[in-house]
């Protein structure tokens, strides 16, 4: 789906779409406890959809009504031979992999570029307690049994690797210690996993500065549980703010633990020259926040930038290959970009998405205001499937053909 957006000023309110960082959790819970569960506003996103669809793998019975998905949770171990479609979600692979070592053997298959981003952690902890892991071009097999003890993992990859063992751990009948190495980025993300596990009645102690005990022989509780708004998508929307919109975003949690939550304070810090700001605990506003630098004109620096190689693009280069079309230059570092100070001119020729729904968001900003084409925006059905129906709504004039 290819998208002919034209020069728009947007004003209005928009309901936020429902975190995707709590939904993959929750319904994740929902799966592990004994009973049934209900998790109210999921949404229609691949992301979603792809997790639904391997948490059915492992045996759990999920069953949607409109935004409800009703769940009874698995029952003894995984199936044999269970093959899990995580399509291009990185939370579903990572959040999955060790609850799914019961003993048998498992694949997990999904997209060239979620394949590419891989486990690596889990490679080299799990390799070491005798998981067997092969990775094909088509996805991961394994075979083993995830054991209590414990696990030291370095903290400036990715948090869902954490989560993962948060997860997995407090089924197994023996304790268990995670430790995670400093820098600790994201760990807003370890949080909202923290507080998902306490609303489905895991205990989880951190004794210590990112150190968690964690009690084995605990049974997940089954609960209805409703989805919080997610303060990620709403800064795509709150974004045009920057260009002249006027946008309320509503059925946000003002005290909500999501890290992407700075997004209001660092729009305005982008109102003034010379802005430093550190996104190393909320990588996905890198898109959105390098297009709104670049709209204002004033330019900015962004630091913590390195883990947005191994999202579903290489967001720095891309976004800086992006602004360059609009007349914007960039300056890349190993952990940093520099959005320069200049004015945006619309774009020759239509700019591709690079298949990233962050890319889709920033995109959509920039054209805003300059007019332009983004090729394949089917990708921001990744996490936002309404994305453009909503803003459309609010006053963006945009062309296309949702098929």
């Known amino acids: 789906m290819n998208v002919k957006i034209y020069p728009s000023r947007l004003s209005g309110e928009i309901c936020a779409p429902p975190s995707k960082s709590f939904a993959h959790r929750e319904l994740i819970c929902a799966a592990l406890a004994e009973g049934e569960s209900d998790v109210c506003g999921v949404s229609q996103s691949e992301d979603m959809l792809a997790t639904l ?35 291009e979600s ?39 307690k005798g998981i067997e892991i092969k990775k094909d071009s088509g996805g991961i097999t394994l075979r083993g049994r995830l054991e209590s003890g414990e696990y030291t993992l370095r903290g400036d990859v990715s948090s869902q690797f954490v989560s993962g063992l948060l997860f997995a751990l407090p089924r197994l009948s023996g304790d268990s210690v995670i ?67 006027s946008v309320k975003v509503r059925s946000l949690r003002e005290d909500s633990v999501q890290g992407d939550r700075v997004c209001l304070e660092y729009f305005k810090a982008l109102g003034s020259p010379g802005a430093v700001l550190d996104i190393s605990n909320c990588p996905d506003l890198g898109p959105v926040l390098f297009a709104a630098a670049a709209a204002m004109g004033k330019g900015a620096e962004f630091t913590g930038t390195r883990r947005l190689r ?58 805003s205001v300059t007019g332009g084409e983004i090729l394949s925006a089917q990708a921001v059905r990744k996490s936002y499937p309404d994305f453009f129906e909503q803003l459309r709504a609010i006053g963006l004039e945009a062309e296309y053909e949702d098929r």
């Open 179 to 245: 430790r995670v190495l400093p820098p600790v980025e994201s760990r807003a993300y370890i949080d909202v996993t923290l507080q998902v596990l306490a609303q489905f009645g895991i205990e989880i102690c951190e004794r210590a500065a990112n150190e968690f005990y964690v009690r084995g022989g605990q049974k997940y509780r089954a609960q209805r549980v409703c989805v919080e708004g997610d303060w990620s998508n709403a800064a795509a929307l709150y974004a045009f703010n920057c260009v002249g919109g």
């Open 53 to 87: 669809d391997c948490l059915a793998a492992l045996g759990a019975h999920c069953e949607r009504c409109g935004d409800t998905v009703h769940i009874r949770g698995i029952a003894g171990k995984t199936p044999e031979g269970a093959l899990l479609p995580c399509r």
């Open 90 to 128: 990185g939370s579903t692979l990572r959040f999955l992999v060790p609850l799914s070592l019961t003993g048998g053997e498992l694949r997990f298959e999904g997209a060239p570029r979620l394949l590419e981003r891989g486990i690596g952690l889990y490679e080299e902890l799990l390799g070491e």
């Open 310 to 367: 191994i999202k579903e693009s290489d967001r720095a280069a891309v976004m800086a290959q992006c602004l360059e079309r609009f007349g914007i230059g960039c300056e890349i570092e190993d952990n940093s970009l520099t959005v320069l100070p200049g004015k945006l001119r619309a774009p020759s020729a239509p700019v591709s998405s690079h298949n990233d729904h962050r890319i889709v968001m920033a995109l959509t900003l920039l054209m």
